[in-house]
């Protein structure tokens, strides 16, 4: 009796490791096509061996490409920081005699100090790096009351072709009138350039009348002479002249 449980429990073995265990033909291993028409159930997963670090997941070789190169960062565009200008407003002519200083007197910045014991006018503005203007000129040592802003008085129209002119003083006008100057780094030449009412800008030219000393703003210095003959401008140029001072 022994002998036949045990002989039964070794076939009940044997067919258990046969359906479990992979099954070949030859030395090629059974499909489970193969062991369907045998009547056996579909072949176990493998387990392949884990190598230390590796991982069985399939690497995903398309996630690099479907998120794409990594952005550039963007650098903060850096604030213009303004460049503070201090000084006097020296007056030549083109040919370089200086007429002195922009004069600082209670009537107004008008004239100029050459021959004169008057104080003359001290101003500062700003430009910033790249950008030679326009800007606003303030006077820092005013002894007039009013506006301290330098530039040309009222809204004449300038123009090429026009003998039309406005009077160089402080002002507190629009911006067409004050903030019209710009700076010349290499030279230190400072231009001015009226804007119209029409927002047109015309070439502006800076002429000083001796006789009456005054200096005024215009289009065109020959027209100018030609229809006031008794106070003819001079052409000069303003530049900035910086402490310290002989």
């Known amino acids: 009796m022994k002998v036949f449980l045990y002989i039964l429990a070794a076939v009940a073995l ?6 479990a265990s992979p099954a070949y033909i030859g030395m090629k291993r059974m499909t489970n096509a193969d062991r369907l028409k045998r009547g056996l159930g579909p072949a176990p ?18 996630a690099a490409s479907k998120r794409g190169s990594p952005s550039p960062s963007i650098s903060p565009v850096p604030h213009a920081v303004p460049t503070p200008h201090v000084g006097r407003i020296e007056v030549r002519n083109t040919t370089g005699f200086s007429f002195g200083y922009v004069e600082n007197t209670v009537s107004g910045v008008s004239g100029v ?18 950008s030679s203007g326009p800007f606003d000129i303030t006077a820092t040592n005013a002894t007039f009351t ?4 330098l530039g ?25 009138e004050v903030k019209i100057w710009t700076l010349d780094g290499r030279t230190a030449q400072i231009s001015a350039h009226w804007t119209n009412t029409d927002n047109s800008t015309p070439t502006t030219f800076i002429g000083l009348d001796v006789t009456n000393n005054h200096l005024l703003l215009t289009g065109n210095i020959s ?10 401008l001079t052409e000069v140029q303003f ?4 402490p310290p001072f002989l």
């Open 45 to 62: 997963p493998v387990l392949r061996r884990v190598i230390p670090g590796r991982s069985l997941t399939p690497t995903r070789l398309f």
């Open 239 to 242: 530049f900035l002249a910086s």
């Open 14 to 19: 044997l067919v258990s490791v046969t359906d």
């Open 146 to 149: 009013g506006p301290l802003t």
């Open 223 to 232: 027209l100018y002479n030609q229809a006031v003959t008794s106070a003819t």
């Open 113 to 130: 100090t050459v021959n004169s014991s008057i104080e003359p006018l001290a101003v500062t503005f700003s430009t910033t790096s790249g």
């Open 152 to 176: 040309g008085v009222g809204s004449t129209i300038l123009a090429a072709d026009s003998a039309s002119a406005v009077v160089f003083n402080a002002t507190n006008s629009t911006a067409g």
